[in-house]
């Protein structure tokens, strides 16, 4: 593979030149990609860089995925306006085994070297990690573009946040990293880490980023927390409908450009966005979930029909039925999440909107539910 197809679709690649002089050795590169399981699932943001790591295994190069268990507790304060909260031990071991899972329909199983970064940070003694701290001055640290602003402002910057990007960077020591991969608002975190291999007399690892993925609503970064995302394991139906919400311009081509890797389809935004969706879809549940689940999108969002198959779900006790509770349960949203739908005019009985909070037994036995477009159920006595 030619150096511009490793690179493509990179914005960093720091230093100049080093790459090149890094596959001149004639020998398997060590290629690193950390994350962090803050969240349960991954999502089409992250196949992104996964998926640069794929080119590279494809290659012959040893991928090397560290699942953050440990620096997860830290909270990575990268393009945050303010400290991450940090999810109990049960959610982040949880999570771990999720996300390497789901990483490996992206990455060969059997060519990835799997690894927990608990294992050599857990293991830390305080002077080791005095050791670490000495390579980064505070005045270094407030050189990152969020720490600047939350310092500018006069919000708290925790010790601990100052010391992830460290705690990242002993990670490339660890596993003796070549390159490592991330995000553009990673570069910071993986250029200290050149400083930190440096500081360990080991050779600095190659610096390369990858763009962010814009979420469905066409601005903000793709993130759960946000509510914007595609996962990767979301019913192929799920799917299809979210990819077809994303903006004409400029979701649309830098979707297929990071994602399919080609240029729109069609010069009709419509024609692109079904293409897309479609092939997004046939990659995580093949062609035939695909077509059923266009089937779905045309009958239910263009038509303005509910599906062909609407589930059923028993009401909850209870008369009157709190409707945020039963949608919670019904469509797996947070109550603050159905609240927030009902207000906007999101939720309907019988094809017509509902705003009430509270609706009387009976009026619900029997009553197609729908929130938001894509989501429907038949609701059942008990």
Known sequence: ????????????????GA?????ALDRPLRVKL???????????????V?????????????????VGDYTARIGDPSGRSRERPVLSDEELD???????????????RSKTELRHNSEWLAELSYGEIVRISRVATVARLLERDDFAKRFAAG??????EFLYPLMQGY???????????GGTEQLYNLLMGREIMEAYGLEPQVAMTLPILSGTDGFERMSKSRGNYVGITEAPAEMFGKVMSIPDFPALQEWWRLLIGEEPSSESPMESKLELARRIVIRWHGEEAARLAEEHFTRVVREGQPPED?????????????VPALLAAAFGLTTSEARRLIEQGGVRLNGSVARALDVPRDRLVGALIQAGKRRFARLTAP
């Open 19 to 23: 790459l090149e002089r890094k596959l």
């Open 50 to 66: 996964l998926d640069k790591l794929a080119d590279f295994q494809r290659k012959g190069h040893r991928i090397i995925l560290i």
């Open 310 to 322: 609407v589930p059923e779900v028993p009401l909850p006790d209870g008369d009157p039925v709190h």
């Open 155 to 160: 919000e708290p910057i925790s010790v601990s």
């Open 34 to 48: 950390g994350i962090d399981p803050t969240a349960p699932d991954l999502h089409l943001g992250h196949t992104v």
């Open 1 to 16: 593979m030619r150096i511009g197809e490793l690179t493509r679709n990179s914005v960093d690649v720091l230093p100049a």
């Open 171 to 181: 990670d490339s020591v660890a596993i003796e990293a070549d390159v490592e991969l």
């Open 94 to 108: 949880a999570n771990a085994k999720t996300y390497a899972e789901q990483a490996f329909k992206v990455l060969d």
